[in-house]
């Protein structure tokens, strides 16, 4: 009866120990929800809107400031060739969602001073740069 055991105790083990059947995948907000965001807002109801923990956190205590990341997909519509140009083609399917993006949200005590995402970011200093070009090039 002990043999019996242990050997059941060893294949359980052994069983959950396994690598294979577990997928890590990492948790991703919506462009959706980003849209609900709103400066003032608190910290806790910034995770709220999200629908999930943010993915890293940076603080500064001298100036009691917080910035929260968020890993965030944008949505994509898949449309089948014979279908293309077909009204019923914009509405069908199942939603889904690619190009994994950031977003970060600056807090000063606990309230949402700013966010942006990443790819906001870069257009920025493209504009910023093409404006600066611009003002050199006028002068």
């Keep these: ?12 083990f052994s069983s959950c120990g396994s690598s294979d ?12 929800s980003i849209y609900s965001l709103n400066v003032g807002m608190s910290e806790s109801s910034v995770i709220n809107q999200l629908g999930i923990s943010p ?13 929260l990341v968020w890993n965030y997909k944008r949505p994509y519509h898949e449309i089948n060739r014979k279908s293309k ?13 690619q190009d994994d993006h950031k977003l970060y949200a600056h807090f000063t005590n606990g309230v949402l001073v700013r966010f942006y995402t990443d790819s906001g970011m870069d257009n920025s200093k493209k504009l910023f740069n093409s404006k600066h070009n611009l003002e050199t090039i006028t002068k």
């Design 55 to 67: 993915y890293d956190i940076t603080y500064n205590l001298s100036e009691n400031t917080k910035v």
């Design 85 to 97: 140009g077909d009204k019923s083609s914009l509405s069908s399917g199942s939603k889904r969602y």
């Design 21 to 32: 059947s577990l997928v890590v995948k990492p948790e991703f907000t919506t462009t959706g």
């Design 1 to 12: 009866m002990k043999n019996i055991l242990y050997i059941a105790l060893i294949f359980v």
